[in-house]
Structures are given as C-alpha cells and as structure tokens.
C-alpha cells in the first residue's frame, strides 16, 4: 500500500491560535498495558505522512507486564519531530502525556521547563498514588506548578465515547490510548485519516473495537479543541528532505531488510541461526516470516548452536548469519574463534544491550566494542563495524556481506537497542542501483586440483582458497587447529605458527586498502576533533552543530568502520590539539584509538542505559574546547 | 499454518552416485593417522571406508563434521570433505551444512565427552529435530585426547587420573539418551566385530533422518578392555544380543536363550523351555520407543547387550519441512525485493 502525503489542516475551529514552531518532542508514558507503544508509533506514522523529519524513542520494561500502575510497569515512547533534518529523538520532551501518577513520577524530571503535561486525571486514585510513592497527589499540591498543564478525564471520556457499543468494561477503557491520541494529534494539528486507515486493516474484522477506537480517537481530538491552555495549539511545518519514496524504518528492520537485500545481490540462501535475545529477538522473527524468499532461519538450542549452524551454512556456500546481543557474543566466542582460524564468511550481527550479565535488557550501550574485538583466546583478528542510524543498519549489512567473502573472514557488525528500536524516515533504495557482491568462490568452479590449495591466497586481500564441499577431487579438511600456510595441513612449527598468525592479522589489516576513509566535518586541523562511532552519531552530530553555534571551532569524524579503522584515521586525530570521544561506555574506543595513535583522547561517557544526552555532551564539548 | 507432510526419500534420490563402482580406498586420505598403535579407532576407520563405498556415493558429497577428541581426527583420514570443530559443537555445525546443502551426505564423529558432556545439549536437539544426519560416537568410556579423566559414561566407583579413588557420578547410557531425544535411529556395534560394524554404518548412511550410532571402542592406553567382558570373541555369543528386525530375540551359542517381556522390564528365558512362545521378534520401526528403552538398558553382566539397529522409523526430517514451507511460501507469496523493501506504507517527498 502506498500512502501519498496530504498536507491539509487537520484542525477544527477552536479560538486558540496555532503556533509554528520549528521543532517538538513528545513523549508518551503510561503503564505496560495502556497502549504507549501503540499511540506513539501511529503518531509517528501520521508524523511521517504529514512530512515532518522525524526519529522516535521507545523506552520499555523488561517485565512483560508488571503490577498494573507500578513504577516497574512504565513504558514510554518519545518523538521528535521537526521542520528540519533531526538526527536524535530530543533530549527533553516539550510535551509529557502521563496516562497514570507513576509515569508522571518516572517522566517528569525530563520535562522541558514550562513545558506542557497531558495528564489522564481518572488515574490519579489514591491507590495508584500510592503505587507511584506519591504522599499527596501531585494535581493538588501545587508540586506541578511552573508546568502547563492539560488535566483530562481521559478514561472516563473514552469509555462515554463507546458507552452504547456493547463492549467489555474493559475494552471500552482500553480505548484510552485513542483518546489521549486523538488529543495529542489536535494539538499538533495531525491528520486522522492515516490512523483511520491503519485501524481499519488492523481492526477491520471486529468491527466493533475497530469503531470504538475511531470513536475515541475522535473524542480526544474534539476535547482538544475544548482546551484553554495558552500556546498548545502547535504546527511544525513540513521538512524539506531529498525528493524521493521514503518509509519509516527502525534499525532492526534495516538489518532484516539489509540480509535479504545481500541475499538476492550475492544470489546467496540466506541461513540465520539464532536463540532469542532482547533486542535482537526481532530480526528471526521478522526473518521466519519471509519464507517466500528462500531464508532459512534456525532458533537454535542456544547461541553456540546458533552460531555453529551459521558456520556449517557458510562453510556449505550458503549466506551463514547468526545475531544476538552482548551476552550470546560471550556464548559464541569460542565458535567466533573458529571462523577466524578455518577463515570462512560468516555474518554476526551484536545487537549491544545495556550489561554487565544480564543488565538491563531493553536499554542501550556501546559496551560490547572491545568484547567483539578481542573477547576470545590467542591472537584473534576480525573485521567489526558499526551502523550509525536506524536506516544505516540495511547498508552496513551490506557492507558486512561484502567484505565477508571479499576477504573470507567472519565480520560482526554492532547495533544496539536505541537503533534496533529507533524509528525514522528511510528514502527506500533502488535495489538495481546497489552494487553488486561478488562471491569469489564461484570462480573457483573449475579450478584444478593442481592448482587448488585451501590456504593459497589472494595477493591483495590475502583471502584463502575458499570453496564449499561438493567439487570433485578437491576434497580437504580444515579446523580450529593450526593450519600450514597454503596447504592448510594440520602444522605445529614455530616458524608456520608465526606466519600464519601475522597472515590473519594482515588480511584483516587490508581491508582498509578497500573501505572509505573517514570523513571529516569542519576544519581538517585545528583545536578540538570530536570523534565518534555506532549510534552515538545524531546525538554527537547535534551536540557538535550546537558548540558551533555556540561560536567554537569543532572537527566531527564519526566512524562506522572499527577493525581496521579507516587508512587516515591516525594522520586525523593527529591533527587536532584536542581529540574528545564520546561513548556510551567507559572509554572502549578511546583505549584503542590511545593505543594505535598515541593521542591523548579525552572521553566524555555515558552509561546510563539511554542514548547520549546531546545537550548535556555540548556542554562538555563547549567546555573541553575552550579550556 | 499447519504443517504439510513432505514426500519422503531415500538417500539415492538426493544424493547423486557415482559413476563408477567406488572401493574403500577411494574414501581413504593420504594423511598419516596419528592414534596409538591398537586403538579401536582403527578398525572403526576402515569399516567407514568400507561401509561408505558400498553406497556408492561420490567422497565429494560427503562430508565429516567432528568436534575435539581422539575419536574427533577421524575426518583427516577421510578423503571427503570435513572439519575438525571445536569440542562438543559438531551437531551444530553438520545441521547448518546439511540444511543449507540438502545434496551432501553429512556425518558427525564424536566421543562419549565430547558428545555427552560438553556437546549434550546439542546432541539432545540434532535428534529431536531428526536432521539428516548421521553421528558416530565412539565410546571408550574415558577422556583420552586428554589423556584419561572419566567421561559421562564411565561406570561409578571407576579410578581414573581425575578420580583417583573411584568417580561419585553415575554414568549416562548413550542409547537411552538419544531414545529420549526422539532418535529416529539409533543403533550399536563395536570396533572388533568389522562385518557388524560395516553394516551398522552402511543401515546408518541409508536412513533418512537423523542416525545414531554409538560404537564401543577400545582405548588401549587408559581405558584398556572396558567392553572386553561381552566383546571378546570367545563370549560374544553368549554375552550379546545381535537384534536383526523382524527375528526373534535370540542370543548364546546355540541360540538357546531369548528375551521376553517380564513384569519390571525384560528378562532372559530359555528358547527350548515353557517360555519360549513368549519371545520377543525385534520391531524396530515399532512407533513407540518403549522396548527399544528396555533394550538400551540391558546391561551385562545381569542380561546380553544388545547390538545392531534397535530402532529405526521415517518420518519428514527438519530440512523436508523446512525445505517445504520455502517451496509454499514461495507459490504463495510475492517474492520482490524492491516491494518488500518499501515495507506497509511509503510516501512521497516531492
Ligand atoms: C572448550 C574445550 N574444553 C576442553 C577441551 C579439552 N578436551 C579435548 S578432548 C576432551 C575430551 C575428549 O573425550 P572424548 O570426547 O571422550 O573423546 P576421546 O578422546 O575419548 O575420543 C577434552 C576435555 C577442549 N578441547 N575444548
Ligand atoms: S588415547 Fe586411547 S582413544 Fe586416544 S588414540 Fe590412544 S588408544 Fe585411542
Ligand atoms: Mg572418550
């Protein structure tokens, strides 16, 4: 289905003037069971149909469903959207709708001063006050005052919407997150008939909870026209973004769409082994669903058997992917070790989450860098990269594929949780202007058993002989033990030991002979590089644009490519009086940038399970350059 | 969407044969075997080879997936294809493969340790979702790579380096672990009995499914005569029990005693005496499991140990079914990048 833009005012005849502003970030807060994610995404959806540049945010509990209006129990979603390009989902929301008093309690503090608070009064009982840890309840004690604020019977007013419908008492309050959307799109002038559509195929077949929602969501958005409240009538007008076809997209997605893509390029079947894990769960699912496109997925026992069926697929001449987070990167580092020593393509995908062990499965961290560079036994290198937006994860596949058979070598390509679930306007490719991917060991078809030895090597890439079983009369054996140079014979000698391992490590090393070099926004020398990596980029982006404004002179380098680094990426840090790496980790970059160059790189980090503060990092960024 | 049953085949009809008439020598590489001098991996090696060519399939449609052990150098000396993994992991590694190249033969070697301590969870899941393929494990009942700790199937009380006064575990019997697992093969021979031996492989080679082959196999360095009690010739006849499908359950020299059904499991009767109308004929394509438990649980020295094919039954393997909702999908459903690509709903940016 495509749905073309329609740019009309949504908005009825209330006195209020509406504002223009440039920019809004909204976030969505309620329980695990009022519906936030849902409310966000059509608003995001009707956010991308009116033609703003938008990214969004959604924050959730581990816990599927914990106590009904518990503080434990909150989910939220946020979205940024704006009449420019925008590249994080905001820091602080100018706008909190907050469905019960415990996601008032977990949101509030990250309000804009002033800023404006959509408040389902009908959940503000004494029991759920005490739920939340309210003493007394925040509507009356003045605790809110220096905030705008809309108090809306929210419940009540969604279920007299569908009073006469029949429904279950509970069904009818289901309905709420309708009406708070519906208000929520009056404010901002937001179009219905996208969301219309949208419960029509969703709901089309239960007619009556399909025309419950429409009914609620009309009832919000007639309430809106009711409010009083000075300046909340707002438009952001359309962005200018290049002309083209565009879809929402959120990481994970790209990555699902990224592997069939390689797929189809490569002409490869696609194997994906894997065992679930937040936040990488989506992709199998996504992928099993897409049968009709030959992939094969495999939910494994475990990440070891996960990655172990990714190897057998590579090593058969199939397109071998296993994906998981930080915690089955550790499970599969051994299997890992062994597609460095047998040298062969495999794809892993690090969805980081936020550890150590288990952490905080549903938020996000950069802290699985160093663990993929070197979280396995003896001298162990692969290719890593690293995707920098949402829609980046698809090419970055891509990337990842490419290098894989280029140079015969596992490659883990890192994403985290902010990007997996992110989502933001994607201009969609035209697959016919995607380079293709060559599979160097269709080449070797016919070569002879003469000239045939496993570990013969490439002279520029250094990649082995690698070809599938199957070829007659070219039968060999590899393995984890170590190998003789050509031959690929099992060998012990010292010397043998020596240069296979300096030949790991230069075939890896190449592959800069065959990436961009990084790129650099600003002065190409001068007092302060702010140097970046993975999905810190709209965050480090914003801040470094902001600084600017700010009057500082500010260089940005932000890399996608971790092992090798890009061939100029010493000359640049060199460069510069001041090198600042922000990370959502303790410094994992920044040890390895200290170590390959001898810079004296200052971090600024966090590890909060959030995506980086961009207001808080201008700060450090203002500070640390004029210091 | 429920499953369709896919057709079943048998192994000639996907795997191609060879042209000319393929001796053992053919399946022999010229790598040098590297076990101590009268191990029974020997033997074992040359009833593969033997075996493997009377089916006639192509040595580069095969390929030998094995983990870490000694029993794991097997594929060096096969001239096939094959890698030589990590400990344990061989299962996983032979299904992505099998899977994704349906054409090949695929065959696990492993060792008691390596396939039931560190590798037993995946050996539990390679027979449940019964891939196609075959797995080997060489029980010697001891760790020898590692030069003689026990092993998950070392008996209780046993002194090795590890235990030196006598393990506190009790072991797993292998057969009794792939019935649990759903095995739709599973079978027993041992090193010094060639002819079994290559017929045991050879019935292995030609089911369609995943195999199980456990096969008792002397380690004359640290674990010497550990099956020598039923396995040596002279008291084979009376200690065994050799299953054939279909026959009766007949075992001592003269065929003289059998095993029939008692009240706590099976028993030994005598064949000329009042019970022997009460002999059990072997069914192993018999759907349940339950008297193929019964014999993988005999024991010496109370009953004979049984050896041959205890259970063998066909139903669609994980790759016929994978294979086959790829097949619908693809008649059903659009298959075009470019749309799947633009996902639910696109706009236009003029
Ligand atoms: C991860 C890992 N742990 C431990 C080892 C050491 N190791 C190698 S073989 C082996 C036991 C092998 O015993 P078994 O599977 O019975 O094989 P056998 O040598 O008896 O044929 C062990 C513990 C290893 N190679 N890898
Ligand atoms: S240690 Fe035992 S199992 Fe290993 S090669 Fe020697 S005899 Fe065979
Ligand atoms: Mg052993």
Known sequence: ?627 | MVLQTPPLEPVESIIPLADEDLKRKDYASDVDTRWCPGCGDYSILAQMQRGLSNLNVAPEKMVFVSGIGCSSRFPYYMNTYGMHSIHGRAPTIASGLKLSRPDLMVFVITGDGDALSIGGNHLLHVLRRNVDVKIFLFNNRIYGLTKGQYSPTSELGKVTKSSPIGTTERPLNPLSVALASEATFVARSFDTDPQHLTETIERAARHHGAAFVEILQNCNIFNDRAFADYTDRDVRDERLLYLEHGEPMLFGENKDKGLAVSATGLRVVDANGPDAGLILHHDATRPSPDVHQLLARCQYPEMPVPMGVIRQVTTPTYGDYLDSQIEVAKFKNRHDVTQLLKGRSTWQVE
């Open chain 1, 1 to 627: 289905m495509t749905t073309t833009s329609t740019q009309t005012n949504g908005s009825g005849g209330s006195g209020m003037p509406i504002q223009e502003r440039d920019r809004v970030t909204v976030r969505f807060a309620g329980d695990s069971g009022d519906g936030m994610q849902l409310a966000g995404n059509r608003f995001a959806d009707a956010t991308a149909v009116f033609g703003n540049d938008f990214s969004t945010l959604p924050d959730f509990p581990a816990e599927i469903r914990a106590p009904a209006g518990s503080l434990a129990g909150v989910s939220s979603f946020q979205i940024s959207f704006s009449k420019h390009q925008i590249f994080t989902p905001g820091d602080e929301p100018d706008t909190l709708v907050a469905m019960n008093p415990a996601a008032l309690k977990s949101h509030l503090s990250a309000l804009t001063k002033g800023g404006l608070l959509v408040i389902n009064e009908d959940a503000f009982t004494s029991g759920n006050l005490k739920k939340a840890n309210y003493p007394s309840n925040p509507l009356s004690d003045g605790s809110l005052d220096g905030y705008r604020i809309i108090k809306a019977p929210i419940t009540t007013a969604a279920v007299a919407a569908v009073d006469d419908l029949g429904l279950t008492n509970q069904n009818a309050e289901r309905t709420k997150n309708f009406f708070a959307l519906g208000l929520v799109y009056w404010l901002y002038d937001r179009d219905l008939q996208p969301t219309l559509d949208w419960i029509e195929e969703r709901f089309g077949r239960l007619p009556n909870i399909a025309e419950a929602n429409r009914r609620a969501l009309f009832a919000g958005h007639a309430y809106g026209e009711t409010t009083e409240i000075a300046d909340a009538h707002v438009r952001v007008p359309p962005a200018v973004l290049t002309p083209g076809e565009y879809r929402t997209i959120t990481g994970n997605q790209a990555l699902v769409l990224g592997l069939i893509t390689a797929s189809h390029l490569t002409d490869l079947e696609l194997f994906y082994g894997s065992y679930p894990i937040t936040p990488a769960s989506d992709v199998l699912v996504e992928l099993a669903a897409l049968r009709e496109f030959g992939v094969r997925t495999f939910q494994a026992e475990d990440e070891i058997s996960a990655i172990g069926t990714a190897i057998g697929a590579a090593y058969g001449g199939a397109l071998g992917v296993t994906g998981t987070s930080g915690p089955g990167i550790a499970l599969k580092s051994e299997a890992l070790n062994l597609a460095v020593m047998t040298e062969l393509p495999l794809i892993v995908l690090d969805v980081q989450r936020s550890g150590p062990s288990t952490g905080m499965p549903t938020k996000t961290e950069q802290t699985d860098l160093l663990q993929v560079m070197f979280g396995r036994n003896g001298e162990s290198p692969l290719c890593v990269l690293a995707a920098k937006t949402p829609g980046d994860c698809f090419y970055m596949v891509l990337e990842a594929v490419r290098l894989a058979y280029q140079f015969v070598t596992p490659v883990v390509l890192l994403s985290d949780t902010y990007l997996a679930n992110t989502a933001e306007p994607w201009p969609v490719p035209d697959v016919t202007q995607l380079d293709q991917i060559d599979i160097p060991y269709r080449k070797l078809e016919h070569v002879s058993p003469e000239e045939f030895e496993p570990y013969k090597r490439d002279p520029d890439t250094l990649a082995r002989m690698f070809i599938p079983p199957g070829q007659p009369d070219l039968q060999h054996r590899i393995g984890g033990l170590e190998k003789s140079d050509i031959t690929g014979d099992v060998a012990y000698s010292p010397e043998n030991h020596q240069r296979m391992t300096d030949l790991r490590a230069e075939k890896i090393a190449r592959i800069a002979n065959f990436i961009p070099e990084v790129e650099i926004d600003g002065p190409e020398s001068g007092n302060l590089l702010v140097l970046s990596w993975g999905s810190t980029y709209g965050a480090v982006f914003t801040a470094v644009n902001d600084a600017r404004e700010a009057g500082h002179e500010v260089s940005h380098a932000h890399l996608q490519y971790m092992n090798p680094f890009p061939r100029n990426l010493g000359d640049v840090v060199s460069r510069y009086k001041k090198v600042l790496i922000p990370e959502a980790n303790t410094g994992q970059l920044r040890m390895l940038i200290r170590a390959n160059f001898l810079v004296d790189a200052q971090g600024y980090n966090e590890v909060t399970g959030q995506p980086l503060s961009a207001r808080l990092l201008t700060e450090r960024i203002t500070q640390f350059a004029s210091e």
